[in-house]
Nanobody, 125 residues
Framework: QVTLVESGGGVVQAGGSLRLSCAASGFTFSTWTMAWFRQAPGKEREYVAATRWVADRTYNADYADSVKGRFMISRMNAKNTVYLQMNSLKADDTAMYYC???????????????WGQGTQVTVSS
């Protein structure tokens, strides 16, 4: 059974930082594409970042323009966990953040096979 469990959300002041974690189980984590999405109230789900396996121990990362330079995605395969380090947070970053996984090794924002339940991030201005 595949599970993705997010944690690390909370309330932070604008300009602050948070690190989200997503613990995965039930699939071969090291070769799957892992991503973060977010959804604010009344808005559509938005792609945030992804990391995909390229070859051997090489991974690439991709970011939405809105978070580039402020957020960093990383993964620790030994712990089957993907992280999202969020710095210089803004009120517009307030959303439910979701972890997603797919076997497909692309940065396309679709075809994700599994999703977590989400963790809430609230940035106060």
């Amino acid at each position: 059974q595949v599970t993705l469990v997010e944690s690390g959300g909370g309330v932070v002041q604008a300009g602050g930082s948070l690190r989200l974690s997503c613990a995965a189980s039930g699939f071969t984590f090291s070769t799957w594409t892992m991503a973060w999405f977010r959804q604010a109230p009344g808005k559509e789900r938005e792609y945030v970042a992804a990391t995909r396996w390229v070859a051997d121990r090489t991974y690439n990362a991709d970011y939405a323009d809105s978070v580039k330079g402020r957020f960093m995605i990383s993964r620790m395969n030994a712990k089957n966990t993907v992280y999202l380090q969020m710095n210089s947070l803004k009120a517009d970053d307030t959303a439910m953040y979701y972890c997603a996984a797919k076997l497909e090794k692309t940065f396309a924002h679709h075809n994700f096979d599994y999703w977590g339940q989400g963790t809430q991030v609230t940035v106060s201005s």
